[in-house]
């Protein structure tokens, strides 16, 4: 199942970066596998992915013993990040796509472990979406860089929800924007129904669960 599902979605990976002019191995693809249990991460490994997003830290580290021996896994956090649970998440993972924070950043420099860092940015005016505003960004950054345990990386943002994935193309233009404008090279944004416009407009990473995993039954 994973192994079809996973060819299928390298494929729109591929035509979308020739449609952009752009290199696929550029792009990584990040296997969300929030909901789903370890069993399909190791079938997700085994079919050759390496890299794993998670959105509860909690969650992560029940499947976590089942998965500590796949030696090349790289595991990133894209759920939204508590300060009092920063030390669990430094422990179980290797990069953080959601800090918002100076605050959560100093906690999870504390840790003491090397983790790359993405800064989420919150690109619309909803109420529930976690994420820095763009005006913040300046001295978030300052903030981060002053962490010798952390390396940031770049920018990640979730959009308000859209089936049709052309609406959140501006989303995903500013937050390329705001890349160029502090020298941040990676982008997370695009997921299973709008990866293609994504890397149209510049992702290196983008976070895929349904179009891997199939539906999940709860959240
Ligand atoms: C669940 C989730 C995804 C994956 O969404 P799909 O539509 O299943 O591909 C990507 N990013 C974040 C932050 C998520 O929570």
Not at 77 to 85: D, P
């Amino acid at each position: 199942m994973i192994v079809e599902r996973l060819a299928e979605v390298r494929e729109r990976i591929e035509r979308a970066a020739e449609r952009a002019g752009r290199d696929p191995a550029g792009i990584t693809l990040l296997a969300v596998t929030k909901v789903f249990p370890a069993t399909a991460i190791r079938e997700a490994y085994a079919a050759g992915l390496r890299d794993f997003g998670e959105n509860y830290v909690q969650e992560f580290e029940g499947k976590y013993p089942e998965v500590a021996d796949l030696g090349e896994a790289r595991f990133h956090l894209i759920g939204h990040l508590q300060s009092n649970k920063s030390k669990k998440a430094a422990e179980l993972f290797h990069a953080i796509q959601t800090v918002d924070s100076a605050k959560l950043a100093r906690r999870l420099d504390e840790c003491g472990r090397p983790l790359d860092i993405l800064l989420e940015v919150k690109l619309s005016a909803e109420e529930a979406k976690a994420g820095a505003d763009p005006a913040e960004l300046p001295e978030l950054i300052a903030a981060v860089k002053q962490c010798p345990n952390l390396r940031l990386r770049g920018l990640m943002t979730m959009p308000p929800w859209s089936d049709d994935p052309e609406p959140t193309r501006p989303y995903f233009r500013r937050l390329r924007e705001l890349g160029e404008q502090y020298g941040l090279g990676e982008l997370s944004m695009g997921m299973s129904h709008d990866l293609e416009v994504a890397i149209e407009e510049g992702a290196t990473c983008v976070r895929v669960g349904t179009a891997l995993f199939g539906k999940r039954k709860k959240e």
